[in-house]
């Protein structure tokens, strides 16, 4: 366990560029002082915030570029004008050089996926990474992957997905087994989408010591919180998503206008504000803590591009659990399981048969 | 336009049996006085109820089965013990010899999709059947399909479905020309999801007289209501759907904590109680109108299972609009329209030519 975490920060990332980000910067390491930053941004924009904010003035090392990814650039372009010296590119090269244990982005996703996959690369084993999301539920919160930075995945990828996602599980919820589900569709005869099938097939007969596989859940699943971990392909992991962002605000809307209709409820909406702010509160994505990119060498962490200070501290306290716990190796070694490469070889060799055995399979 | 419209009530399905069915189809009978009701189900427990219910009673007439399906049989058990007489199957069958215009269920989506499309097959031209449901927005409703008869598309059927849900739309919104869009993900390097980008060109292309192809849409329009129409495959679109659901329950049960947690929110939820349970009312799945089968030669309405009696007069009332402004009848016209049929041509023949020339086309 390193004495101190090492954040590097993309300073010029989000919609307000180092604005909000210092100072969260700075909440972050009261709560956290083992942190030390390390910042890449425009000078001119930066020093200035970093005066009034000493306590990360003090604690960090400050790299100019002049070089900064739009939030609209294409990962195309962003990755030809950004690639060795924007400051995104910066923080993650930072990682790849072990001058940093973890990096934190408040940029453009699809750009982010992009640098981070270019520079760090996928870690032995793993084809492609992923995008995992910490998804506020009924009963706490759960890790959701991947929400969007590959489309379709085969069984064995989604079987990486789920080792993944569980490793992120224990460490960001301190549980030694956490459930894991794969995301799947209630209707029976359909239920079939093969590569999930076979996952769950393989991680049943896996059965791994640091995952509790529990079969098949649904999109509602996800809200009440049934499990620690839901596996899904990035097509459906984004809609997901999106989906379930766009219902909560609308729900939000809603309750606005409910609240505000009636001479009752206007005098009712006087007394329950706090209680109603802080529902809001807990619906505001740019209050959640933020996403990691998995399966790369180094970890990276992409925060809300509209984040605000609050939002953008719990990215960093994500970065430095994620760091300080070694996501990377607990990954590793969860992926070099012995069982799971057996069960994924059985599962080749079997094949259709196994798929028939196992067709009335059901969800625990 | 048919004098009277003649609704087929599966009086079996759902979780509560008759009891809430009997009732809803009296309140839509009161608002629509030109209903005729075909009702199936279990003497012993109809009766009572239409005797208590006279204004349904006097004008339906009543068919004994005792044949039932469960809301937990798979669609293959139903088929084979519910085929040719349960309630279900004769509900449906009465729309296949015209004695009905519409059939209604509050049953096991597994099995009525099973039975409806073995009963009634697809019109032509269609491949499979959709699963349509009208999903409450920010701005009113939208129609969102297929949300899970049926897994994966290609872009042949994501037009199917663009023209079907198009057509609901014109008789359910009562608008000439319903905006339609092509749900996808927004990270452009991956917006590439070749059929869906596909069905984009052929949309384009076609440019319907009946329907406005915007483009692109991600997983927060649904709920914001940027379109009246969202396309997506089956699988996606079920977790969509399961997912949203699940989301408003979580936020349901936020607002129940928040404003039972302080002696000020209690006093302002006395007042406002109205209004939250206006809200509360909004969000609940029960009392949305149920979803429809598309695609298949008659239409079948899906009641929630566990509706209740508003709900089901609700799907009675979508189901009378369906039937009297003869959707199967509109659908199978814009299906044949010769630029449908140029556009997709266009882009077989052209091939991975159209596709690399489209490549940067935007959603609008």
Sequence with gaps: MPQTVRIAIDLMGGDNGPEPLVPGASIARERRPDIRYMLYGRESEVMPLL???????????????????????????????????SSMWLAIEAVKKNEADVAVSAGNTGALMAMATFCLRPMAGVDRPALAVIWPNARGESIVLDVGANIGADAKHLTDLAVMGAAMA???????K?????????????KGLEPIRKAGRMLREANLSDLEYVGFVEGDDVGLG???????????????????????????????????????????YIFARHAIGALRDKMDPRKVNGSVFLGLNGVVIKSHGRTNELGFASAIELAYDIARYNLVDVIQAS???????????????????????????KTA
Tied chains: 1, 2.
């Design 51 to 85: 005066d009034r904010y000493p306590s990360v003035r003090d604690f960090s090392t400050f790299h100019h570029t002049d070089v900064a990814v739009k939030m609209d650039d294409k990962p195309s372009q962003a990755l030809r004008a950004g690639r060795w010296k």
């Design 170 to 176: 224990r460490i960001v919820f301190d549980v030694d």
């Design 178 to 190: 956490p459930l894991v589900g794969l995301l799947n569709v209630g209707v029976e005869e359909i």
């Design 226 to 268: 049934s499990v620690d971990v839901v596996v899904t392909e990035g097509f459906t992991g984004n809609v997901a998503l999106k989906t379930a962002e766009g219902t909560a605000r609308q729900v939000a809307s809603y309750m606005r206008a409910a609240m505000s209709r009636t001479l009752m409820a206007r005098i009712g």
């Design 335 to 361: 992926l070099s399981s012995p069982q799971l490469a057996a069960a994924r070889a059985a599962s080749e060799a079997a094949g259709p048969r196994a798929a028939r055995a196992h067709a009335e399979d």
